[in-house]
Each structure stands twice: as structure tokens, then as C-alpha cells.
Nanobody, 118 residues
Framework: QVQLVESGGGLVQPGGSLRLSCAAS????????MGWYRQAPGKERELVAT???????NYLDSVKGRFTISRDNAKNTLYLQMNSLKPEDTAVYYC????????????WGRGTQVTVSS
């Protein structure tokens, strides 16, 4: 079992920045990769960024150059630094952890709201 808790969301003006955090606990040894997803009202959930155990990262094209995914293993925390925010970034952002240990599992946080508006 892996538990994920997001924090750091809020209301920000276009062009502003936020840093989301995801605190992970439980069977962390089983995690293969982690990522951030987002879901805007009326839209499907989309993958924003991922980071593998070796530190490799991938990003949604629309956030490249603006968002940075990182982790602090000592703190068991995943981050998403979001800069130059746009209204279209408005969504609930979810932390995700994937595990292939003894199966195929995805773990999710409850989400944190990010609203970009003037």
C-alpha cells in the first residue's frame, strides 16, 4: 500500500508560479515511477509529468519549459514546480505512483486544486 497526499495548490495569477508537493508513505520500495496528472472540468485526466527511479523525466508538450518534476528521496516527497502559469493550467492536480511489484498498481492522491486566473 502506498499513500499519497498532495499540497501546494491554490489561486495564482497568469504568469505566476506554484510548487506542488506530494508526500508519499507506505511501501515505497515498490514504486517504479511517479507522476503528476491533472484534470480540468469537462476534460479527461491527462499526464503532466513523470519521473522514473533513475531520475529520467517526461513532460506533456504544453508544459515543457514551464514545469519541472523532481523528488527528494530523503523526504519521500515528489514536487512539481510550475512557472509561467496559464489559465489553461487550471485543474485538479493528482500525484500518482506506479508499482509493478506483485502486480500492476496505480496509487493516487486526493488531488489539489490549481486555479490560474486574473
Amino acid at each position: 500500500q502506498v499513500q499519497l497526499v498532495e499540497s501546494g495548490g491554490g489561486l495564482v495569477q497568469p504568469g505566476g508560479s506554484l510548487r506542488l508537493s506530494c508526500a508519499a508513505s507506505g511501501r515505497l520500495f515498490s514504486i517504479d515511477a511517479m507522476g503528476w496528472y491533472r484534470q480540468a472540468p469537462g476534460k479527461e485526466r491527462e499526464l503532466v509529468a513523470t519521473i522514473g527511479r533513475g531520475g529520467s523525466t517526461n513532460y506533456l508538450d504544453s508544459v515543457k519549459g514551464r514545469f519541472t518534476i523532481s523528488r527528494d528521496n530523503a523526504k519521500n516527497t515528489l514536487y512539481l514546480q510550475m512557472n509561467s502559469l496559464k489559465p489553461e493550467d487550471t485543474a485538479v492536480y493528482y500525484c500518482n505512483a506506479h508499482s509493478s511489484y506483485r502486480g500492476d498498481y496505480d496509487y493516487w492522491g486526493r488531488g489539489t486544486q490549481v486555479t490560474v486566473s486574473s
